[in-house]
């Protein structure tokens, strides 16, 4: 199985940039997709970015699209996503998830990360 760590959440400003990484171990990491989910307070969970098992294909939501980049390192096991200009909106608790392809199922999930946007 996999198991996922993510990290790089805090508290930032709007118009800053910030990177997650999720660092991922077990055996399967480099033949599977990765993707980034996020949950606001309130709100239901939603997809932000995926990226599939070789790194050469990405896709993001409309929301973040133009401004969250997803990349994979799969020497470090570690998957990223780089937000540029954060907005309170992008407030939430990012999920790092491994799945099967870019359109799921996902099979595996981190603890979650927290990203708070202030104005």
């Known amino acids: 199985q996999v198991q996922l760590v993510e990290s790089g959440g805090g508290l930032v400003q709007a118009g800053d940039s910030v990177r997650l990484s999720c660092a991922a171990s077990g055996r399967t990491f480099r033949i599977l997709a990765m993707g980034w989910f996020r949950q606001a307070p309130g709100k239901e969970r939603e997809f932000v970015a995926a990226i599939d098992r070789s790194g050469g294909s990405t896709y993001s939501s409309d929301s973040v699209k133009g401004r969250f980049t997803i990349s994979r390192d799969n020497a470090k096991k570690t998957v990223y996503l780089e937000m540029n200009s954060l907005k309170p909106e992008d407030t939430a608790v990012y999920y790092c998830?491994?799945?099967?392809?870019?359109?799921?199922?996902?099979?595996?999930w981190g603890q979650g990360t927290q990203v708070t946007v202030s104005s």
């Open positions: 998830a491994v799945g099967s392809s870019v359109v799921g199922p996902w099979n595996y």
